[in-house]
């Protein structure tokens, strides 16, 4: 996670090692100056109120905020490194200095108390979307589509698009709340709900492109995928929240289940190809806003969040091909009957 940002890890090429100490020292400096006082310039912070014994004036900081902030844990300590982090950055950018990363993240300015407020605000919208999505999938089929005499749908893949559309809600879910507050236990949900995703999204590409209907063929194919998230969950979790490795799995799995449905869409007669085609160009795209990483645009907007942007049509896109899927497979299962 993004631990204490007591120090600021800089790069400015052959004077790097004198400014990171520089910055260091400043920033300590800052924070231990600022606990004393509470505040940083013409900022202070309603954290760092004492009184004579060392206790918080008003209690402690969840009776001091709005509840509807309460949860978000911000004490004297994290508001005077936030606070420290931006008069580094004015200081910077007065002198001509670009921005630079503290502990590997971008400084964003904070909004009624969330951290990132334009990340979970499309988090959110990626939330309404998957949850509009997945509930006119679950109409269509159980509703508009007919069904069998013991009341089952005809779609093979019915099960599968349900647990999608639940893990990706939850995915989103748990970005929104990361993005309002970065801690440990926030981090590791999102990370773990996301890795959870992204082998389920393998396990579907796998087995709706190689028309895997069979169950128990379904239970060789799902369960060596399911073995390596789960203990690639663990190891993060359990052991080590290695960004590098994380980054390399999720990578892996994206890229290998863009390729099953590109190739699928290029040989397959389905008569929703193209849109499966767009979705995965689509996705393979924006995925370069990940790989070009840029400071946020007046302190709310870098490329992390416009991805979040670009995956809200995607979403719309994606469903709208189950959907297209579902009718067809009905379809062509009727056809055979009669």
Not at 4 to 25: D, K, M, P, T, W
Not at 39 to 47: A, D, Y
Not at 139 to 147: A, E, G, V
Not at 294 to 321: C, E, M, N, Q, R
Request: aromatic share 16%; hydrophobic share 45%.
């Amino acid at each position: 996670m993004v631990c204490a940002l007591e120090f600021a890890f800089v790069r400015i090429g052959i004077n790097h090692s004198f400014y990171y100490v520089f910055a260091s020292h400043f920033t300590r400096t800052c924070v231990e100056q600022c606990e004393k006082t509470g505040c940083v310039g013409g900022k202070c912070s309603q954290h760092c109120k004492f009184s004579s014994d060392g206790k918080p004036e008003g209690g402690p900081w969840y009776l001091q905020e709005p509840l509807y902030l309460q949860w978000k844990q911000w004490d004297c300590r994290s508001d005077c490194r936030y606070h420290c982090m931006l008069a580094r950055e004015e200081e910077r950018e007065k002198l001509g200095g670009k921005p630079v990363k503290y502990h590997g993240k971008w400084l964003f300015h904070r909004a009624y108390g969330f951290q990132e407020p334009v990340s979970v605000a499309l988090s959110a919208l990626n939330l309404a979307f998957q949850f509009h999505g997945w509930v006119s999938f679950f109409i269509l089929i159980y509703y508009k589509l007919p069904l069998t005499p013991s009341k089952k749908t005809y779609y093979e893949y019915t099960g599968l698009w349900n647990i999608y559309g639940i893990l990706s809600m939850n995915s989103w879910f748990w970005s929104a709340v990361f993005h309002s507050r970065d801690v440990e236990l926030t981090e590791k949900l999102h990370c773990s709900s996301a890795v959870a995703l992204l082998g389920f999204s393998l396990i579907l590409a796998i087995q709706r492109a190689f028309s895997v209907r069979n169950e128990a063929s379904r239970v060789m194919v799902s369960t060596p995928v399911i073995a390596f998230v789960t203990t690639h969950i663990l190891y993060l979790n359990c052991y080590n929240l290695d960004y590098g490795l994380n980054i390399k799995v999720c990578v892996a799995m994206g890229v290998a289940q863009l390729l099953i449905w590109a190739v699928w869409a290029g040989i397959t007669h389905h008569p929703s190809w193209s849109k499966l085609w767009v979705a995965v160009v689509g996705g393979g795209l924006v995925m370069l806003l990940e790989i070009y990483d840029f400071p946020p645009y007046h302190g709310f907007v870098d490329s992390h969040a416009l991805w979040h942007a670009t995956t809200i049509p995607l979403t719309y896109l994606w469903w709208s091909f189950a959907k297209d899927d579902a009718e067809f497979r009905t379809s062509s299962f009727l056809k055979k009957a009669k």
